[in-house]
């Protein structure tokens, strides 16, 4: 288990910009791959996005492609989710996870996922 924690989350108009945040003060993702899933009410968490333990690559849900950034700086302990253009089909809870990079493709792992920031837009 530890101890991710999402920030940056809110509620924004469609078109609008949000940055959320995910930092651990204690645990070092050197060697681990790290994501964003997000869940709306009613549907199954999904996978955003995610990135390589070295930055590079990144992947993101077609949904999203062009619109949000995934970024990490290892020095702050912080992976970011840069969303423009947001969307009222972007209202979600946005969870932080980090994962086994294996095969480059990122497996979350039990007890490492953030308790999520809500992000809601309205139309």
């Known amino acids: 288990q530890v101890d991710l924690v999402e920030s940056g989350g809110g509620s924004v108009q469609a078109g609008e910009s949000l940055t959320l945040s995910c930092v651990s003060p204690?645990?070092?993702?050197?060697?681990?791959?790290m994501g964003w899933h997000r869940q709306a009410p009613g549907k199954e968490r999904e996978e955003v996005a995610y990135i390589s333990p070295d930055g590079a690559p990144t992947q993101y849900v077609d949904s999203v492609k062009g619109r949000f950034t995934i970024s990490q700086d290892n020095a702050k302990k912080t992976v970011y989710l840069q969303m423009n253009a947001l969307k009222p089909e972007d209202t979600a809870m946005y969870y932080c996870?980090?994962?086994?990079?294996?095969?480059?493709?990122?497996?979350?792992?039990?007890?490492?996922w953030g308790p999520g920031t809500q992000v809601t837009v309205s139309s």
């Open positions: 996870v980090a994962g086994d990079w294996t095969g480059g493709v990122c497996f979350p792992k039990a007890g490492y």
């Open positions: 204690t645990y070092t993702s050197y060697g681990d791959c």
